[in-house]
């Protein structure tokens, strides 16, 4: 798979956060797709399957009382690096900022890894 086509679909998944628009998510991702996000710590929570996935990442998408902006995404091949930043709430340190790594099979997000500082 081309860095091109990881790009375009790791912007449209971004988008979808950007412009509180969980449509977005539904043609990206594979259908075994597996999530794994940073919390509870230690181990963080596991998602698995198209609808698992899709349900999570749709309930942060739509919540329009955040702003998300990626700070740069690395492409190689199938695979992706994006450092973002969530801003939750009014005041200067109501953020998280985390890195998504993800792993894409036939131009759809099959893997994705979600760490959080904080």
């Known amino acids: 798979m081309s860095d091109e086509r990881t790009r375009e679909v790791i912007e449209q998944f971004n ?3 950007r412009q509180h628009d969980p449509g977005l998510l539904e043609d990206v ?3 075994d797709c597996l999530l794994e996000n940073s919390g509870p ?3 963080g929570t596991r998602h698995v399957g198209y609808d698992e996935c899709l349900r999570f990442w749709s309930s942060i998408a739509a919540d329009e009382g955040t702003t998300f ?3 740069e995404l690395w492409t190689a091949g199938e695979r992706a690096v994006c450092r973002w930043r969530l801003q939750y709430g ?3 340190a109501d953020f998280v900022r985390g890195v998504n790594v993800t792993r894409l099979e036939n131009g759809l997000i099959a ?3 979600g ?3 904080g």
Do not use: M, Q
């Open 15 to 17: 988008r979808a956060f």
């Open 29 to 31: 991702l594979a259908p």
């Open 69 to 71: 902006d990626v700070e």
């Open 41 to 43: 710590a230690p181990e």
């Open 90 to 92: 009014p005041g200067e």
């Open 115 to 117: 760490y959080v500082k």
């Open 111 to 113: 893997e994705s890894f």
